[in-house]
């Protein structure tokens, strides 16, 4: 079994921060992505920022130059710090990530509980 745990949501006014943690543990063999999602009320969940093993880093469009993700491969934990915060950044968050257990053959995607983030105008 892979479980994540997120951290660090809450209500914040516009303009300010938040820092949100995901820490990964079980049987993982290896990771091979780590990211965050969202899901505002009545849409679907979209990407928020990704992180591949070799570093490469995806951001939507909504949020380059204000969110920033980081990780600690070795710990299976990521962050996303997120800066300049607008009302509609409002939603749940969600942390994934890639990986092989150990006695699997293929890779699966793994979630977080979600955590709350609201923006207030």
């Known amino acids: 079994q892979v479980q994540l745990v997120e951290s660090g949501g809450g209500l914040v006014q516009a303009g300010g921060s938040l820092r949100l943690s995901c820490v990964a543990s079980?049987?993982?063999?290896?990771?091979?992505?780590m990211g965050w999602y969202r899901q505002r009320l009545g849409k679907q969940r979209e990407l928020v920022a990704n992180r591949i093993r070799d570093g490469s880093i995806t951001y939507a469009d909504s949020v380059k130059g204000r969110f920033t993700i980081s990780a600690d491969n070795a710990n299976n934990t990521v962050w996303l710090q997120m800066n300049s915060l607008k009302p509609e950044d409002t939603a749940v968050y969600y942390c994934?990530?890639?990986?092989?257990?150990?006695?699997?053959?293929?890779?699966?995607?793994?979630w977080g509980q979600g955590t709350q983030v609201t923006v207030s105008s």
């Open positions: 079980g049987s993982i063999f290896m990771i091979n992505a």
């Open positions: 994934v990530i890639e990986a092989k257990q150990l006695g699997l053959f293929d890779w699966d995607d793994y």
